[in-house]
């Protein structure tokens, strides 16, 4: 799978911020290949797409960038587009086509995509907003999704650096979530259908990352994209891409979600899902245990004293002079004896006045 996927991998879309002039060039390119139709505008009329595929009876939706700094899937989606535009694309992965239509929305936020924001022009969470749907990017999902039917939704998102398998030292590299339709978190036939395509996500990539995978815990959120669409009978699952060592740029990550996605498309194509309640909740439950980096034996200057702490630190991500970076922040002070971190270094004692300090040998 590697081999192939690294023949058909995007090239032109690399790195975190992807916004709308960066995927413009590909949706010229694939005009004449796939459909692609304007669905509306953003709040500041920036176009919103959908890109659609295949020619058999089972629909799937799915949309990527409704969080405008979450740009993992919109780089996958593109490369599961050259995978099933090569010449070379095997009977199986082909028959995906002849077995489902597919329906993408590749940037929902293209306003919070460009300022690499979360939210949208309006600072509404469009992730929050899918029953008041103040928005005009919730309204355009939502016409979508009535218009078109799908038997199957993905959303599709990237999460913090903060996320663990469970109370393990390891980052939660993919995350699935098969969301609840109400409080009790009841097992309805689309959470179980969704299960059942996660799990087989979930084994697909055992082989590459198995100790870098989790479930988000299913707790309702009232307004929610995800929890309404599962709750009205529309098939939802949710994959969230994280960290993975010193893989800032999500690179890796990349072709796990890629692996992932394809799977769970190929799964639903075949129609092989099997009823995998006990399977799904095996999957370990995410929690928030990592950290950029962890500074140990610092002596820190508190109160006319000097105290020996360790310091956990996380990168604020931002664009500045028209260029992502990631800026150190002080997450906390304290013992971080259970969480991991892509980077733990002993300072060895080494005295600093002030917090500042350190952040300053960071730069």
């Not at 995978?83 to 306003?111: Q, R, Y």
């Not at 949208?120 to 929050?128: F, K, S, V």
């Not at 309805?188 to 299960?195: D, F, I, S, V």
């Not at 604020?316 to 971190?341: C, D, M, Q, S, W």
Request: glycine share 4%.
């Amino acid at each position: 799978m590697k081999s192939l996927y690294t023949s058909i991998k995007e090239k032109s879309l690399s790195g975190k911020w992807i916004h709308y002039a960066t995927i413009l060039p590909l949706l010229t390119k694939y005009k004449s290949v796939f459909k692609i139709e304007q669905i509306g505008v953003s709040f500041f009329k920036k176009q919103i797409n959908t890109i659609t595929l295949g020619s058999g009876p089972i629909k799937i939706l799915m949309w990527s960038q409704m969080h405008g700094n979450e740009a993992t899937a919109t780089k996958v989606i593109f490369d599961l587009l050259n995978l099933f535009n090569s010449e070379e694309t095997s009977k199986e992965f082909k028959h995906v086509l002849n077995a489902c239509t597919l329906k993408i929305i590749p940037m929902l936020n293209p306003d919070g995509a460009k300022a690499y924001t979360r939210v949208n022009a309006q600072q509404i969470d469009l992730n929050r907003d899918a029953v008041s749907q103040d928005a005009v990017e919730s309204k355009l999902l939502r016409q979508t999704l009535e218009s078109f039917k799908p038997d199957f939704c993905f959303n599709l998102h990237d999460q913090r650096n903060i996320y663990s398998v469970g109370k393990t030292k390891e980052p939660a590299s993919i995350s699935f979530l098969s969301p609840s339709t109400e409080v009790t978190r009841k097992i309805t036939p689309e959470r179980l259908q969704a299960m059942a395509v996660i799990v087989e996500m979930y084994k697909s990539l055992c082989a590459d990352i198995p100790k870098n995978l989790s479930r988000y815990n299913d707790e309702f959120y009232p307004n929610a994209t995800g929890d309404n669409f599962q709750k009205e009978g529309y098939c939802t699952i949710l994959i969230e891409a994280g960290h993975y060592a010193n893989d800032y740029n999500r690179e890796e990550v990349r072709y796990f979600y890629f692996k992932a996605l394809l799977t769970g498309l190929l799964t639903i194509a075949s129609q092989n899902q099997i009823d995998s309640l006990d399977a799904y909740h095996k999957i370990p439950e995410n929690d928030t245990l990592y950290l950029d980096c962890v500074f140990t034996n610092v002596n820190l200057l508190q109160n006319g004293q000097f105290s020996n702490v360790s310091v956990g630190i996380l990168f604020l991500e931002e664009i500045k002079n028209n260029k992502h970076t990631r800026v150190p922040t002080i997450e906390k002070i304290g013992n971080f004896a259970n969480y991991g971190a892509n980077t733990i270094k002993d300072l060895k004692g080494l005295q600093i006045s002030s917090i500042n300090e350190l952040l300053l040998m960071l730069d």
